[in-house]
């Protein structure tokens, strides 16, 4: 029977990863390397910022450590689901724009194996593009466009774009000795997306031009994690974590189409230029750390580090006008997080539906991992709360509704300020599937 349960449960995740849309973003910094950057965690992080590295609970599926598996109760089979939505404040000068935003986030189900060997499979986002704006310039000014006439006139540029990337893993976790844990995620990582730009020029120019840039990308991701965990004293326990992404090439080809039109005549001429394998996700490492205090009061900090900067990107050289791999273009990526959740009573047991609610809080900075030209790229402060519900039925009260809400402000010098409000939604079912019954 139990096999058969995850034999379903890994059919259905792998159909719900190939036809899901991932979440998506109205930003404008989207448009820049692989996108914004998602949150690759599920409903429990999310009310601390992304909290996870050092957190070690059996009761939730900690997607960020792959060694957290290991800690997952032997009678139970955690499922969890979630939904995000977001409503986002645009400021550039005195002018203000609102978007909203909202779609299925992640699927993700953790159950045990062997004893002290634990295993997770899941959906979850790795990144978001979506954008649609346009400006309009004067041609001869000094940031021309790049195939425009020196002329005194003007056209209009609109920038659009749309796609994203995900990843659908199977992870695996071993307590190999009292305390150390080992584990993996692997996954099937894919995506694509297309960014255009559009210039319209006047009537003394009749012509449009147009550049898009895609890829499809069909390729894998590997992340490796380990903690230790122990007791300090009787009422504390210390968890310490840490996890390393293996950074590759995606194997993915990065393709320019131009297209210029004479609207006037309808004559059309179109040139193509391609980076073959030009994409690539960076080495990630992390270090984590967690204190439960008399299993009530949790407090934990995590850092983790992306190595963007030693990546090439595809970009049109102003030179020679070839799409071609360019350094410089990224940088690395440091994002620091604290949280805090707190049970007002860790005893099952008692009485007191307000008692075995969850309180969640924490805070992230992370800093740019592109350039904008000679411009830094946007930094991120992000504040989150939230909550974990206990739903009551008959039988025990250890499914849970979280709820989280977010605030991030996403700004760089003189470019575009984003105030988002992000609510997650998530179903956590942690249920006694395969106790035996025992009649009297």
């Not at 349960?5 to 990863?17: D, F, N, R, V």
């Not at 009292?178 to 006047?202: D, E």
């Not at 550049?211 to 990308?217: D, G, L, P, R």
């Not at 030209?373 to 946007?378: D, L, S």
Request: hydrophobic residues 35%.
């Amino acid at each position: 029977m139990k096999k058969r349960i995850i034999g379903c449960l890994l059919t259905g995740l792998l159909t719900l990863s190939s036809s899901a849309q991932i979440s998506k973003t109205l930003s404008p910094y989207s448009q820049f390397g692989l996108g914004v950057i998602a949150e690759q965690s599920t409903g429990f992080n999310r009310g601390m910022s992304g909290l996870g590295i050092g957190i070690r609970d059996g009761k939730i599926a900690n997607v960020i450590n792959p060694a957290s598996y290991s800690a997952v109760d032997s009678l139970t089979m955690i499922i969890d689901m979630g939904v995000s939505g977001q409503i986002t404040n645009h400021k550039e000068g005195n002018k203000k724009v609102n978007s909203k935003t909202a779609d299925f986030d992640y699927a993700v189900t953790a159950f045990r194996i062997l004893p002290k060997f634990g295993a997770s499979i899941g959906v979850i986002p790795y990144s978001n593009i979506g954008y649609s704006y346009y400006d309009a310039e004067w041609v001869g000014e000094p940031e021309t466009f790049s195939y425009a006439k020196i002329t005194d006139n003007y056209y209009n540029n609109t920038y659009t774009g749309s796609g994203g990337f995900s990843q659908a893993f199977l992870g695996l976790g071993w307590e190999f000795a009292k305390g150390f844990s080992i584990g993996a995620n692997m996954s099937y990582f894919w995506g694509k997306y297309t960014k255009t730009i559009s210039a319209v020029f006047n009537d003394s120019y009749a012509n449009m031009l147009t550049k898009t840039y895609s890829t499809n990308v069909n390729s894998w991701k590997l992340d490796l994690g380990a903690q230790w965990t122990g007791k300090i004293n009787e009422n504390d326990r210390l968890t310490v974590g840490a996890i390393a992404g293996i950074g590759h090439k995606l194997g993915a080809e990065a393709s320019l189409s131009i297209v210029n039109t004479n609207t006037q005549t309808s004559v059309t001429t179109t040139s193509t230029d391609s980076v073959p394998n030009g994409l690539s996700i960076p080495f990630t490492f992390g270090a984590g750390v967690s204190l439960v205090h008399k299993n009530s009061l949790t407090l934990g900090v995590d850092y983790v580090m992306q190595r963007w900067g030693a990546l090439d990107y595809p970009m049109v050289n102003e030179t020679t006008k070839r799409y071609q791999a360019t350094s410089g273009v990224l940088k690395d990526r440091h994002k620091v997080t604290i949280g805090a959740d707190w049970i007002p009573d860790a005893n099952p047991l008692s009485r007191g539906f307000f008692k075995h609610i969850h309180y969640r809080l924490g805070a992230s900075y992370a800093t740019p991992y592109y350039n904008i030209g000679a411009v830094e790229g946007p930094k991120e402060l992000a504040v989150s709360a939230g909550l974990a519900i206990p739903i009551v039925n008959t039988w025990n009260n250890r499914t849970t509704l979280n709820v989280s809400a977010q605030w991030v402000n996403t700004s760089a010098k003189n470019l575009v300020t984003e105030n988002s409000f992000r609510i997650t939604i998530g179903l956590t079912f942690n249920e006694r599937w395969f106790a035996k019954w025992k009649v009297d």
